[in-house]
């Protein structure tokens, strides 16, 4: 099955295969937290305990039909996630690891554009983990699922593209492996104001 991509403006657009491998988690941590607050765009990314939708997939099933040259790049820190975004109207994309040839992308819920009258229970899947729920605001009264659990399950999937060499396919990074966007990484002062907010 496929779903569509779109930003907030529609300037960017494209489609995500959804396989087997899909996964979709909850994620509570300060570091998403942070990453919609610079976005600027709470409101519309964090549920009411702080929470982000991130659906979890390989980059090869993800292809941009119009406005790639709007992805933009961020680092909280030095060598942490890239977190991307567009610039044209700050829709956060998702989250890669600085390495492309660890192949994986977690795909926050803004950028997929559902069918009317649907949810994303019924076009992706449910929810099956939450995760970093120490992070969450308020009283979640859910079962928090083990990192490491959640960690071997994507580690599978990342040796598997590796060994394949699927890895190579992904939007975000050249053949050379660089990112197709400069990232930006925070200094000091913007960290801290930044996590300050939250």
Request: one cysteine or more; hydrophobic letters at 35%.
């Amino acid at each position: 099955m496929t779903c569509a991509l779109k930003c907030a403006c529609g300037a960017v657009n494209g489609t995500l295969d959804i396989g087997s491998n899909v996964n979709r988690v909850i994620c509570y941590c300060r570091d998403c937290q942070a990453f919609a607050h610079y976005l600027k765009a709470a409101g519309r990314i964090l549920d009411q305990h702080g929470g982000t939708n991130v659906i979890q997939v390989s980059p090869y099933r993800l292809h941009f039909v119009e406005g790639i040259e709007q992805l933009r790049c961020v680092q909280l820190k030095k060598s942490g996630m890239y977190r991307w975004f567009t610039n044209c109207c700050s829709t956060p994309v998702g989250n890669t690891l600085p390495n492309f040839r660890w192949s994986f992308i977690g795909m926050t819920h803004s950028i997929i554009e559902l069918p009317a009258d649907t949810s994303l229970d019924e076009h992706i899947g449910p929810v099956r983990k939450h995760v970093n729920t120490s992070g969450a605001n308020g009283d979640l009264n859910v079962k928090a699922s083990h990192p490491v659990l959640g960690f071997a399950n994507i580690l599978s999937q990342m040796l598997g593209l590796r060994l394949s060499g699927r890895y190579r396919h992904t939007p975000f990074f050249n053949v050379d492996g660089k990112p197709i966007a400069e990232p930006h990484v925070l200094a000091d002062d913007e960290h801290e104001a930044l996590y300050k907010t939250l």
